[in-house]
């Protein structure tokens, strides 16, 4: 399938839940376990689930993916002929009561999109995945939403969809395939205070994955996502986590901070570059090299990190702000960032 809306790229800065939860439920092995163990019993025995095909479309409104993700797999049928599981991930801490709504009118999208490649009206399997920290009390028929007489029941739509409440889930029902577990786990706490104290729970089970490349590349996302979609911990308690269960945890997580700070640089860069042609060379410069701070600060030092960015924003000095970005690479501290700044005797904001 082609693209049905516009990617990340079209909007702006993505949002971290958004980003892992495509970059987990992406993967086909991932995809395949997740609908193994979440969907109903008696859905999963008509379906082969071992190579679900991962369509990239996405038929989510733009202005709503703040609040929502969504995937959609083609999955075939073990008697022949197949059907679309179609999952909507709602990243609000609190429930939608229009959410059977939304997702009829992304089912609808699904089979005109269909219908447009001269295919036949599959059935869907609708899905929404919530991780917010309020109960869900809102009701999973559509039909809920209508106040209407019996009479008038038969000539109405209405749909069930299935609620994959991760809240509801004991920790160790959600500890089925490795990365798997760890993703969900990350997305029940990510929102709750108590996140820090299920971090250790969380990274251990990469553990046996480390060795792996693809397991390193999942650390990296996951280690990513718990930075950067929360306040609730800071750098030192992943490092923390990180050093009970890897014995070179802090270089470990060194060396992902790092790379996230150049990764920030070069993508700022090449965005800033872009947005500043016309204004000039060394003002696109500027602003690459302000992304590329701005993402090493919150990496490095969550809030107290962003409070450096508006002093930062004012500086003007392209020299400064490379040595403030060499020092994210190496600082320990959020006072040896403010010292770079104030060694600079001369005036640097406009």
């Keep these: 399938m082609e693209n049905h809306q516009q990617g990340e790229e079209g909007n702006g800065v993505a949002n971290p839940h958004d980003k892992f939860f495509r970059e987990v439920l992406s993967r086909q092995e991932i995809a395949s376990s997740f609908l193994q163990h979440y969907l109903p019993a008696e859905v999963v025995q008509l379906l082969d689930v071992s190579a679900p095909e991962i369509c990239k479309d996405s038929f989510v409104d733009p202005e709503l993916r703040t609040h929502f993700s969504d995937l959609l797999y083609r999955v075939p049928f073990r008697a022949g002929g197949g059907m679309f599981v179609y999952i909507l991930f709602e990243h609000k801490s609190y429930p939608d009561r229009l959410v059977a709504f939304q997702m009829l009118r992304y089912m609808v999208r699904i089979w005109e999109h269909g219908l447009r490649q001269n295919e036949s009206i599959m059935p869907i399997m609708p899905v929404v995945v919530y991780h917010g920290t309020a109960r869900w009390s809102v009701g999973l028929n559509f039909s809920d939403l209508i106040t209407a007489p019996p009479a008038l029941k038969p000539f109405l739509p209405d749909y069930r969809y299935w609620l994959c409440d991760l809240s509801q889930y004991e920790d160790d029902e959600i500890k089925t395939e490795i990365m798997l577990g760890a993703a969900l786990l990350a997305m029940k706490y990510i929102m709750r205070s108590d996140l820090n104290e299920h971090l250790v729970d969380i990274i251990g089970l990469m553990h046996e994955l480390a060795l792996r490349e693809t397991g390193l590349e999942f650390l990296e996302t996951a280690l990513r996502y718990l930075s950067q979609a ?103 501290q959020l006072d040896e960032i403010s010292a770079v700044m104030q060694s600079y005797d001369t005036p640097q904001e406009a």
Aim: hydrophobic residues 35%; negative net charge.
């Design 230 to 332: 929360t306040n609730q911990v800071t750098e030192e308690q992943l490092r923390e986590a990180l050093e009970t269960v890897f014995p070179e945890g802090e270089t470990l997580m060194g060396t992902i901070a790092e790379k996230w700070v150049e990764q920030g640089l070069q993508q700022g860069l090449q965005q800033g570059l872009q947005q500043g042609l016309q204004a000039g060379e060394q003002k696109g410069e500027r602003k690459g090299l302000l992304e590329g701070i701005r993402l090493g600060l919150e990496i490095r030092f969550g809030v107290e990190g962003a409070k450096l960015l508006p002093k930062i924003y004012k500086i003007q000095d392209i020299t400064l702000l490379y040595t403030i970005l060499d020092a994210l690479r190496t600082a320990k």
